[in-house]
């Protein structure tokens, strides 16, 4: 046996292994005698057929598939010890010559273990920004409160106005023989020349009106589309706001006592303080949102600072599990992958090719993670997971025991390390790093 090794990629060896004829020939023999055993030729007891019969009966093709797998498997073990070479995954394996009475050539594209030079993580100058918090926003929020309890009233003594909610029976002039559909529309929400065309209808009222459709319409196949609606008002509403007023908060938000009961001090009952818990939450996610911005900055710091390597089989194998994952989630929907490709428009590789991305990111991100866990060495301990579990358990109102229970027969506990480990991980990074607040 003789081989050749070639470097690919920091990660990828191929091999060029050449197998003698005399092997060659020693395992197309034996792969006959095996054949002969299992193979019934008229006339002949299981075994006893010479082997210009047995060539007949059994065929080539299928003697060589026999062979290789004999040949092939001593011979790359062989080559791989010889080049001390150590797989991360199997080889992608070719065949290049495989001849009866003539050496055999395979070459085995070999995956190797992922690498990681990493550069500076830390010291790292990061800024961080905190999106401010504007009182713009806090009435926007108000306004949405409100909003979320208004009212439907019906209206019945005068015309649609812009704002109100029409139920209505709706059909196609270009379809007669299709009947009309009853739908719900907000006048104001839909095409400029339909809801021009509702506003100051009456109840019962029937009316046709005239739209175009836009180019940018989102149905395709209406758009630049020209017809005629017709409309029958069935029922229409006007909504109705509360007002904002001390008495709709302390309703709305304060605890509900028994008379006479003194109102907790920290009880939002006032507009004011409606609008100062409003601002604490606003502000306190806008801190969340600084915060991630500064772990994902380090990452991507560090990431362009380093050296990362891994073979292609990794990216096919995150690829293969999105996939999985996207499979599982159309089939809660009673949808397969097929037909989700035919609605987005999309064919099997286009969809790996756009996931490929994800995944390079997604595993570089872990490799650096690992490398920084290990030269960290930075552990997870069992009074970690206690925390997280009993954490766990107060959310979720759940005695611990039970929680616990629940991770033991599943892959929970694993999960959990893994989580508590990048998190670790991550906070050793932001706590190495000179952050500036900003802005």
Known sequence: MQFTQEQLTPCEVELRIEVEAEKVKSAIDESYKELAQVTKVPGFRPGKAPKEVIERYVGEDRVKDRAADKIMQPAYSEALKEANVEPWAPADVEVVEFEIDAPMVFKARIPLAPKVELGDYVGLEIERTVPPVT??????????????????????????????TAVID?????????????????????LPAFDAGLAGMKLEEEKTIPVTYPEDHQAEEMRGKSTSLKVKVVELFERELPELTDEW??????????????????????????????????????????????????????????????????????????????????????????????????TMEELREEFAEDAKTGLKVNLIIYEIVEKESIKVEDEDV??????????????????????????????????????????????????????
């Open 135 to 164: 009182d713009d926003m806090i009435e926007a929020e108000i306004k949405e409160m409100l909003d979320k309890q208004g009212k439907f009233n019906p209206v019945t003594d005068r015309e649609i106005r812009t704002g109100d």
């Open 170 to 190: 709706l059909s196609d002039e270009a379809e007669p023989d299709v009947e009309p559909k009853r739908q719900v529309v907000r006048i104001g929400d839909n």
């Open 249 to 346: 908060v302390k309703t709305t938000f304060a605890p509900q006592l028994e008379e006479g009961a003194e109102v907790p001090e920290d009880a939002v009952d006032t507009t004011e303080k409606l609008r100062a818990e409003i601002r604490n939450a606003m502000e306190k996610v806008a801190q969340d949102v600084a915060d991630r911005d500064v772990r994902e900055k380090i990452i991507e710091k560090v990431i362009e600072g380093s050296q990362i390597d891994f073979p292609d089989v990794m990216v096919s194998e995150r690829i293969d599990e999105r996939v999985e994952e996207l499979g599982e989630e159309l089939k809660k929907r009673k949808l397969g992958v097929e037909d989700y490709l035919k609605h987005v428009g999309k």
């Open 386 to 439: 206690d925390a997280e579990i009993a954490s766990m358990s107060e959310a979720r109102k759940v005695p611990v025991e039970s929680v616990r229970a629940y991770l033991e027969s599943t892959d929970g506990l694993a999960q959990i390390r893994y989580r508590l480990l990048r998190k670790k991980a991550m906070d050793f990074l932001v706590g190495a790093s000179n952050t500036k607040n900003v802005g």
